[in-house]
């Protein structure tokens, strides 16, 4: 099924790979894991892969030559040869024209046709397979081929061996910069992708932004939160890129954060006068009462304060309701 250059190259590349079958079936598109391990404990006991097998035939030259004779002679059909004969398997049989009466069997003939890609289809798949995000089974189904095939178009496109002539000469070659290049532009596309969607998902979750924010648009002190908790899984210049942000106001923000609160006590204070004020003064009576207890303080700090604090005012109804029900 395999011939020796493919079980050769697949046991060097599972033993390249740490003895991960699944690194190598992916990267090759063959065998199975069994058969693989099985070329692997092989090579491992004799030190080298058979070339062939040296198989005893099950039937006598007699019964080889009969059942070639009665296909030659009975509208060379395959199916209807086994049958009346009684052995071998189709297959067999075909090997067995072939040796005894060669050129003399016919060729199979597919009801639907088969189906013959260009070099442009070809080229389309093996960029999607290699921009792919989910199993290549999936590419296979929807082009109407096996996962094999692929991988060969694969190994014939963009190097290997599969990419040399009868003639010795390479093939695709001119078209091979072009396809890698355009496989790489398309991992970039989903890798920013997958960036700015994890960037989105961050800023509706930590600072209750809508998804369809732009994340150039925030704060700075937003930014770098963000920053802070997508660093672990992208590099810090393409996070600073993504959000239209520069490397000195990041770790200006980062400084800024370590340093202590000169407005902790303020900010204590106006969330007392909040409370006692049954959520009904604004910024401007709280900097009055603020004012008034000797404090001088601007008007935009306590806003500023409140607003981070999240202290809204209530509105005058729901003030006369608060101070209806304290009565």
Do not use: H
């Given at each position: 099924m395999y011939s020796f250059e493919d079980r050769m190259r697949a046991v060097e590349l599972y033993i390249k790979y740490d003895l991960s079958a699944a690194d190598t079936i992916r990267e090759l598109g063959y065998p199975s894991y069994n058969m693989l391990v099985r070329w692997y404990r092989e090579y491992q006991e004799t030190g080298r892969l058979h070339k062939s097998h040296n198989r005893t035939s099950l039937y006598t030259q007699p019964q080889i030559e009969a059942a070639v004779n009665y296909y030659l002679e009975h509208g060379r059909n395959i199916s209807r040869t086994v049958r009346a004969v009684g052995y071998p398997s189709r297959e067999t049989l075909r090997n067995w024209i072939d040796e005894l009466a060669s050129g003399e069997r016919k060729a199979r003939v597919k009801c639907g046709g088969v189906v013959q890609?260009?070099?442009?289809?070809?080229?389309?798949?093996?960029?999607?397979?290699?921009?792919r995000e989910g199993p290549a089974t999936d590419i296979a189904d929807k082009l109407g081929v096996s996962r094999c095939s692929l991988y060969k178009w694969k190994r014939e496109l963009l190097g290997g061996d599969a990419n040399m002539s009868k003639s010795g000469k390479p093939e695709f070659h001119?078209?091979?910069?072009?396809?890698?290049?355009?496989?790489e532009s398309l991992k970039n596309q989903i890798y920013r992708k997958q960036m700015e969607l994890d960037i989105l998902n961050k800023a509706a979750e930590i600072i209750k932004k809508d998804q369809c924010i732009d994340p150039r648009k925030l704060a700075n002190k937003e930014k770098a939160s963000l920053i802070d908790v997508l660093r672990t899984s992208y590099p810090l210049n393409e996070l600073l890129r993504m959000m239209g942000m520069p490397k000195s106001s990041y770790f200006y923000q980062k400084e800024s954060q370590m340093c202590p609160d000169k407005y902790a006590s303020l900010r204590a204070e106006v969330k007392k006068v909040f409370t006692e004020s049954h959520s009904r003064y604004g910024y401007r009576r709280v900097h009055a009462v603020i004012k008034r207890n000797g404090k001088i303080i601007s008007e935009k700090v306590i806003r500023r304060i409140m607003k981070e604090e999240s202290l809204p005012s209530l509105t005058r109804k729901n003030a006369d309701i608060a101070h209806t029900k304290e009565r």
């Open positions: 890609f260009s070099q442009e289809q070809k080229q389309e798949a093996v960029v999607e397979l290699c921009a001119d078209d091979r910069d072009e396809l890698l290049a355009t496989v």
